[in-house]
């Protein structure tokens, strides 16, 4: 499991407008994509000092291939990062005020805390 | 020495900007309370009369990150850009343009790393909301250079509250030692009960009423004491997952010592408790206010 990828993957999918559109009209070709090409990018470096080790666990993919928000906070992904991404993706879908969040919330009123460690 | 004339804590609304540019029939039943409260705030302001403003506040994720995450870092540039792209897609709020301050960042950098704070530092950053939202509010003609330092209330391992305090305090001697002829301000900002991405996000409230009650009892009475014998990095979580930006109020309870507010004010909004302090250290130096100040202005 790597807590640090699936946080990799929102931060860097919701600060470019482009990748938030790509990841919500094609989420698994997004993901396998990304995984590919950006995984082992290393921020603010060149291509010529990519990392080499950095990929997603089955479940992870799975998760994120298939916009499971609730996977996400049960595998400790940073609570913040996903529901910006998911504002960016889909409040559009929603007429009331914060319907969006509402709903999130909703989905995970099962929780109880402790809340998944997020510690990457 | 530099005069130290008004210190601010305060919440960061990223809602608040737009709220109060809509116009009176489309804008929602809370608005014309939280302007009024917003404006008599920045009046604390005002009349300290500063040249130079300190700006405490914690980065969400968008200069700051886990590739590279400081705990404390003070900003080092001549000027700074504001807000982020998705913070205009989000709350609608525009970009901004800063002047920075940079002898007094060099200066606290100095000290700061001097007596015992490993400060990181940035010559290249783009401040958020959590900066650019009291600029907004208490200083919106943006007219002040600014001097940002940035917290991690984020990303675990976290400083624990007593460190936050501590720099604070640390922060007030630095200041009082400048030597400089410059009034300065000192605003930080942070929340307190708050939710992100959990089941009790967004809701008619804050998380947990009961803790923003006591909160704003610990901050204006300078309670610092009694903070630290009740929070823990641990116990934060309970009043929601995102409390830790309850820290920065402490860090601002540091700079301020265990003086009550000289103003404090609160608005129990949806999501979320607004909440708006002011401490005078030398109230001689704020023109009209009397000598002694305690309590509403």
């Keep these: 499991m790597s807590k640090y990828l699936l946080n990799k993957f929102l931060f860097t999918v919701d600060r470019d407008t482009s990748l938030t559109e790509r990841y919500r009209e094609d989420p698994a070709g997004t993901v396998a994509w990304w995984e590919a090409e950006e995984a082992n990018r290393i921020l603010n470096c060149t291509d010529a000092e990519r990392s080499t080790w950095l990929s997603f666990t089955d479940e992870e993919r799975q998760a994120l291939a298939t916009h499971d928000h609730v996977a996400l906070f049960e595998m400790g992904a940073h609570p913040f990062l996903t529901l910006t991404l998911w504002i960016a993706m889909f409040e559009r879908d929603w007429d009331e005020p914060l319907g969006m969040q509402l709903d999130y919330g909703a989905k995970l009123a099962y929780a109880t805390q402790p809340y998944p460690d997020i510690s990457c | ?297």
């Excluded at chain 2, 640390?170 to 929340?191: F, K, L, N, Q, Y």
């Excluded at chain 2, 301020?256 to 302090?277: C, P, R, V």
């Design chain 2, 1 to 297: 020495m530099a005069k130290l004339v008004a210190i601010l804590a305060t919440t960061h609304h990223p809602f608040y900007y737009q709220t109060s540019q809509l116009p009176a029939d489309q804008a929602p039943p809370f608005a014309a309370d939280w302007v009024r409260k917003v404006e008599a705030y920045r009046e604390t302001l005002t009349r300290a009369q500063p040249d130079v403003l300190v700006m405490v506040g914690s980065d969400h994720f968008h200069q700051l990150w886990l590739d590279n995450m400081p705990q404390f870092l003070v900003g080092k540039a001549p000027f700074y850009d504001g807000n982020w792209e998705n913070e205009i897609r989000e709350f609608g709020m525009p970009k901004l343009f800063f002047q920075g301050h940079e002898e007094l960042s060099a200066y606290l950098l100095r000290e700061g790393i001097d007596r015992g704070f490993d400060l990181a530092f940035s010559h290249e950053l783009r401040v958020d909301h959590s900066i650019t939202c009291p600029i907004l509010t208490v200083r919106p003609q943006n007219d002040l250079p600014i001097v940002p330092i940035y917290t991690n209330i984020f990303a675990p391992p976290l400083p624990r509250p007593e460190r936050f305090v501590q720099l604070g305090t640390t922060i007030r001697e630095i200041i009082d030692a400048w030597p400089s002829e410059m009034r300065v301000a000192v605003i930080g900002s942070g929340h307190l009960s708050l939710e992100l991405g959990g089941p009790r996000q967004f809701g008619p409230h804050g998380p947990d009423p009961d803790f923003d009650a006591q909160a704003v009892d610990w901050i204006k009475n300078g309670d610092i004491d009694g903070v630290l014998s009740n929070v823990t990095l641990e116990s934060l979580h309970a009043p929601g997952n995102a409390t830790h930006g309850f820290m920065d109020f402490m860090l601002m309870m540091g700079i301020a010592g265990y003086a009550k507010a000289d103003y404090a004010d609160n608005l129990d909004l949806f999501h979320t408790m607004e909440a708006y302090f002011t401490w005078y250290p030398d109230p001689s130096l704020v023109p009209g206010l009397p000598l002694t100040s305690n309590g509403a202005l």
